[in-house]
């Protein structure tokens, strides 16, 4: 299965991509992930795009359209992958056609706004591996630790409520028209996110099934 998760910021992509990468066998490219790794590990490419991060604002097309090309050629992609967090321009999108890595569905996951500036307020990351949490929806074992590797847990730098709201902002203005740019070649799906992870998977299953 090759499949695009769209929506906004918050709305559960990395939550699902992470379910459905287990269930179908098939690796998780976010990103964002990739980017943030970048950024801790002080490479040219995570220097680059750490002000546009911080600011809530998107990376340069060319430089994520590298990362992908990149990493869609590795060899644990050739049956199938999740893009989480990607394309989220026309231009993005565009690219990924012309690279001729084909995609099955984009589907894309809707939440309101005001539901999602509530969930990204209690959203913790772990510091080290970058699982994520949250403090009333998805908890650790123990307070403020991450199950899989016990590194500490934080806030994520862009979550603070105003960088959010313009993270919102760019995804109308940048990101939502993929829908439409989906929609016209009969690929988009669209499930309404749930306020229990769980709910939200059984609905994101039921339509992945429809595409085997
Ligand atoms: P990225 O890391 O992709 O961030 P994002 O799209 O803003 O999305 P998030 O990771 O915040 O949300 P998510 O949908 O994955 O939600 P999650 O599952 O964590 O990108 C960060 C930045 O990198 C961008 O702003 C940009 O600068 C740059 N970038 C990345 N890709 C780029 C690209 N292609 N082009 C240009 N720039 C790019 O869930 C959120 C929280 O809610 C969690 O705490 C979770 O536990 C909880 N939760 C999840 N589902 C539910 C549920 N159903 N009910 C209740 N809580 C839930
Ligand atoms: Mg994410």
């Not at 929506?7 to 490219?29: F, M, R, V």
């Not at 409520?161 to 009969?186: F, S």
């Amino acid at each position: 299965m090759k499949l695009i998760l769209l929506g906004a910021p918050g709305a559960g992509k990395g939550t699902q991509a992470e379910i459905i990468s287990e269930q179908y066998g098939i690796p998780t490219i976010s990103t964002g992930n990739i980017i943030r790794a970048a950024l801790k590990n002080g490479t040219e490419m995570g220097l680059k795009a750490k002000s546009y991060i911080d600011a809530g604002e998107l990376v340069p097309d060319e430089v994520v359209i590298g990362i992908i090309k990149e990493r869609l050629s590795e060899p644990d992609c050739q049956n199938g992958y999740i893009l989480d967090g990607f394309p989220r321009t026309i231009p993005q999108a565009e690219a990924l056609d012309n690279m001729g890595f084909a995609i099955d569905a984009a589907l894309s996951i809707e939440v309101p706004d005001d539901e999602i500036v509530k969930r990204m307020s209690g959203r913790r990351v772990c510091e080290k591996c970058g699982a994520s949490y949250h403090t009333a929806y998805k908890k650790p074992e123990k307070d403020g630790v991450c199950n899989l590797c016990g590194g500490d847990l934080v806030i994520r730098k862009d979550d603070e409520p105003e960088t959010v709201k313009n993270r919102l902002h760019v995804y109308h203005e940048q990101t939502e028209p993929l829908k439409a740019y989906y929609q016209n070649c009969g690929k988009l799906f669209t499930v309404q996110g749930q306020e229990e992870v769980a709910d939200t998977t059984r609905l994101v299953l039921a339509e992945l099934e429809k595409l085997i």
